[in-house]
């Protein structure tokens, strides 16, 4: 779908430029062990080869998560860093969440950048501040693991370049139920997401495309996990959905009912479309895609496209 249309938003952070300082934290679990420092290196040298400075926070070995907290708010809060990526993603990113100055994160606007667990953080900052946020690969599990070309094209023209226009493919896409639309974007990992139920943090879905992805997941889980959503009203409000790669489902049983059969099973009484793609989630290449712009979705043709600019 071409589009010149763009949406301003107040808190849409200031695109990267080489020589910029980004700042490494921890918002779910804290790094451990020698092959994740090894993979972390490797993400950080990544970064240093095309051109940015590197800080990693002080406590992203700490278990605490008050201190982990304390790396993102300090972050935030210091003018030299430009860019805040996640190391890697978790399950305790709600933990961390709690501890954050939400006063600093409105006052300091900056490119924040996760995904998996840190899901939670990307719509809990939106929710909370109006800050557009990135979901796209962390600096170990993504970019510290062979980063694909695609990888680091998405990442250039996202975060260097501008967020605005059409998201390319990495794979194969496939139309589940046609239909175009226009929203802000919310969602990421569908498990995660579902943390900030009944949370002060939880977003507002009227008109949103919502987008999902899993590592572990199952047919059973994903039906509960979509009654949870309709249950919430989420189905009812959102004028699309785009489900990414499902790592457990798609590689380990591909002959089995996937996420997108499922969502479309499962919500039979609407008619908002929705796109298959693979180009983000776990073990597959990841665009860099902003949590809170507005997105463009034509299932027929098969294609989106960001609006911010």
């Known amino acids: 779908m071409e589009s010149n249309k763009t949406v301003k ?9 080489p020589g ?43 278990t605490n998560p008050y201190d982990r907290a304390d790396d993102i708010n300090e972050f935030f809060l210091r003018h030299d860093i430009s860019a805040i990526f996640s190391a890697q993603g978790g399950d305790t990113a709600e933990r961390v969440l709690e501890f954050i100055d939400w006063s600093t994160v409105t006052k300091n606007p900056k490119i924040f950048m996760g995904l998996s667990d840190v899901t939670v953080f990307l719509n809990a900052i939106f929710t909370k501040t109006s800050l557009i946020t990135f979901h796209g690969g962390d600096v170990r599990y993504h970019f510290g693991r062979n980063p694909t070309g695609y990888d680091k094209s998405e990442f250039t023209s996202r975060l260097i370049n501008g967020c605005s226009g059409n998201i390319n493919p990495s794979g194969d896409r496939k139309t589940i139920r046609g239909g175009t639309s226009c929203g802000k974007l919310l969602g990421g990992n569908l498990r995660c997401l579902l943390k900030l139920a009944n949370t002060p943090f939880w977003p507002d879905f009227t008109g949103a495309i ?35 790669f499902v790592y457990s489902m798609e590689i380990e049983n591909p ?35 902003p949590i809170g712009a507005g997105i463009e979705l034509d299932a027929d043709n098969k294609t989106y496209y960001c609006l911010c600019s």
């Open 9 to 17: 938003y107040s808190l849409l952070p200031k695109r990267l430029t």
């Open 210 to 244: 919502l987008m999902l992805e899993a590592l572990t997941m199952d047919e059973l889980r994903c039906t509960e996990y979509f009654k949870i959503l309709r249950q919430k009203g989420v189905f009812d409000k959102i004028s699309g959905a785009i489900v990414g």
């Open 20 to 62: 910029d300082k980004i700042g490494i934290v921890c918002p779910s679990n804290e790094i451990s062990g020698q092959k994740q420092k090894e993979e972390l290196h490797r993400g950080i040298k990544f970064f240093e080869d095309i051109g940015f400075e590197v800080e990693t926070g002080k406590s992203i070995y700490s």
């Open 255 to 289: 002959s089995a009912s996937q996420m997108e059969d499922i969502l479309l099973r499962e919500t039979g009484d609407y008619d908002f479309p929705i796109l298959k793609v693979r180009d983000f989630g776990h073990g597959c290449p990841n665009t860099v895609l």
